[in-house]
């Protein structure tokens, strides 16, 4: 008999899968002898959705190795696109399960193309453009659907730019997408055991990416883009395929914001430039490229403040000094020097000689 | 006439991007960073004077001076304490992110301290406006002072690059900072000149922009930070000349833009602009095309 071989790389991704389902199970057991508040309760779905949005742009930021500033903005189309969806489709299909289930398809894809059509000709900047245009492109989305009417009325769809009296709807035709207020009556389709099941299916896409000969090749463009295109590693198609998944990923967290909320607008708050910088504390946090620990600052990060309530004001100049604190800390020249000649292991490895 | 009047008030708002453009472009030349804090320290600078003249009853004059020289402190003490450890560091997402950061913190502090509610800023220009065409066309006083003033920035800040020593000393930093210091030029001091002048110009360029748009929040200065950047790309990154032009454009871009198409689409229209000029001409109109080498 073969013996079975758990390789290092099989053992960590089996932890995370392990981590988040032993963390549903915990929940579901509190949920069940009646020890959580309803203030988490309310909780637990937008912590879903931050974690696929940490391990989604983890994807661009850690394994592509590109700033993002436009995730939010790949999450606002998801959204929008998939709570279009299921407000159409309200009355047509009334089995919640699989009207969801196609808002998520829908909502990936439309972000998925949506990346593809942005990385396409912004992948050929580096570094600060690209933060600086994905920033832009963020704005961009969410001043569009700031200004869009679309209804809805025997005849079809129609469409406007100005206001909801200039779509010219019949009698009986309803507005879908009313500019600045959005779209209300969203059916509330998400569920905390949906969002448990989304993140592992967002797991399983891109752990299996990381460790795929597509992974590593993208992962070779991070590290040396010249070396990488010397030896014959496509360049654009890698960079295209990383970016599209995340944005397509930031899409499913989208769809999934949506359909927790009764009216989906538009906001700076939501989806402006600030969640962008949010999601990209529980990267920076958890660890740039770690996938796992993405996960856990996401939900630490998200749990803390409402935990703390009166700490609730400095919630963001936390969130700042730990960005700094945690870059000057990881890359500064001068803490690398003093980590490496204070660190345990050596320590430990002196001793040693001395015995 | 209409047309006319929109587009002295695009050469006006014009004139303040091209006065933040200049602290983007001049750091950008030097220390090879995108400083996303500039925007921040351009309210800062708004919320100094607020805070000495409004709040404090100090005269006009004693405001700006003070907001002038702790924007300035400001600058130097973010450049020592955030991105001078990390000048060599293997990556430069780290400073990028470092300046995030940055930026974010700013706009916090000054959430803590003045709260989210909008403020009207008292305007610090007090010349009367002109009137043309019989009344058509009026030019207000801020519209004067802002375009002379954008004026005087550029040519003293060119007389200083080009005629004195230090000026010399941050164009040899720009252009290789190795063979500078071989060269006897304090790298670190001349990096911290030019974090200081960037950030005295966004001072003025705040209250400058306050008093024409007399609203002041804790996020005032991000908008107009990034929009600056923008026309600093557009212009040519690097090229003080470039961000002249490159702010000037812009600021008739989004004033004709918001006359004429949408008052809500006009930043995106500025941002298509910055999409459009990175894909067709990333060096920007004056910029210099620089060769990677393996």
Avoid at chain 1, 106 to 111: F, K, P, R
Avoid at chain 1, 168 to 192: M, R, Y
Avoid at chain 2, 53 to 79: D, K, N, R
Wanted: proline content about 2%; hydrophobic content about 55%.
């Amino acid at each position: 008999m073969k013996k079975f071989k758990i390789n290092k790389s099989l053992k960590d991704n089996l932890l995370t899968y392990g981590m988040v389902i032993l963390a549903y199970l915990i929940m579901q057991i509190l949920i069940g002898t009646g020890n959580v508040s309803s203030l988490m309760q309310g909780l637990l779905v937008p912590l879903c959705v931050y974690v696929i949005l940490a391990v989604s742009l983890n994807l661009t930021v850690g394994i592509l190795g590109e700033l993002s500033l436009g995730h939010a903005g790949f999450m606002c189309v998801g959204a929008f696109t998939g709570a279009f969806f299921s407000k159409c489709m309200q009355d047509v299909i009334t089995f919640s399960l699989l009207r969801f289930i196609l808002a998520i398809v829908i909502g990936a894809v439309a972000a998925g193309i949506i990346g593809f059509l942005i990385g396409m000709p912004v992948l050929r900047l580096r570094g600060d453009y690209l933060a600086i245009v994905t920033l832009a492109f963020g704005e961009i989305i969410k001043n569009i659907i700031n200004v869009l009417y679309i209804g809805k009325d025997s005849k079809g769809f129609h469409f406007s730019l100005k206001d909801s009296l200039s779509l010219g709807l019949e009698e009986g035709g309803t507005v879908i997408i009313n500019g600045a207020q959005g779209i209300t009556g969203t059916p509330k389709d998400a569920t905390f055991t949906m969002g448990i099941i989304l993140i592992i299916l967002t797991l399983i896409i891109v752990l299996n990416l990381i460790h795929s000969r597509d992974g590593r090749a993208i992962m070779s463009i991070r590290d040396n883009l010249i070396a990488s295109e010397s030896v014959g590693i496509n360049i654009t198609k890698y960079k295209l395929m990383a970016f599209s998944i995340s944005a397509a990923l930031a899409g499913v967290a989208g769809v999934l914001y949506a359909h927790n909320l009764s009216s989906l607008m538009a906001t700076p708050k939501n989806f402006g430039y600030n969640m962008s910088i949010m999601i990209l504390v529980f990267v920076v946090l958890g660890g740039i490229g770690n996938i796992r620990g993405s996960i856990i600052s996401a939900v630490i990060l998200t749990l803390l403040p409402e935990l703390l309530r009166g700490l609730s004001n400095y919630r963001m100049l936390i969130y700042s000094i730990i960005l700094i604190a945690m870059m000057l800390f990881n890359w500064s020249p001068k803490f690398i020097h003093l980590r490496e000649k204070y660190s345990l292991k050596r320590l430990i490895r002196k001793n040693k000689e001395v015995q | 006439m209409s047309f006319i009047s929109y587009l002295i008030n695009g050469i006006s708002l014009g004139s303040v991007y091209a006065i933040i453009a200049l602290g983007y472009t001049m750091v950008y030349g030097i220390a090879k960073m995108l400083n996303f804090a500039h925007g921040d320290v351009i309210m800062v600078g708004s919320f100094t004077v607020f805070f000495a003249v409004s709040m404090q009853g100090l005269p006009t004059a004693a405001g700006i001076i003070l907001s002038v020289v702790l924007c300035t402190l400001l600058g130097i003490t973010i450049e020592y304490i955030a991105y001078r450890p990390l000048r060599g560091a293997a990556s430069s997402l780290a400073v990028l992110i470092t300046a995030i950061g940055v930026s974010y913190f700013l706009q916090n502090v000054a959430l803590l301290i003045f709260g989210a509610n909008t403020k009207a800023f008292t305007s610090v220009v007090t010349i009367p406006a002109i009137k043309l065409a019989e009344g058509q066309i009026i030019i207000s006083g801020e519209t004067i002072v802002t375009i002379i003033s954008c004026i005087v920035i550029m040519i003293g800040l060119t007389l200083f690059i080009n005629k004195t020593k230090a000026g010399q000393a941050m164009l040899a930093v720009s252009e290789d900072k190795g063979a500078a210091q071989l060269m006897g030029i304090n790298v670190n001091a001349t990096i911290s000149l030019t974090f200081a002048i960037g950030s005295a110009l966004a001072a003025i360029a705040g209250m400058l922009l306050c008093s024409a748009y007399p609203s002041l929040t804790p996020y005032t200065g991000s908008m107009p930070g990034i929009k600056a950047f923008v026309a600093a790309v557009f212009g040519g990154i690097g090229s003080i000349p470039g961000a002249l032009i490159g702010g000037i454009v812009l600021g008739i871009i989004e004033i004709l833009s918001k006359a004429y198409i949408s008052s809500q689409m006009a930043d995106a229209i500025v941002f298509m602009v910055l999409i459009i000029v990175l894909l067709v001409k990333p060096t920007g109109i004056l910029g210099k095309k620089i060769q990677e080498k393996v």
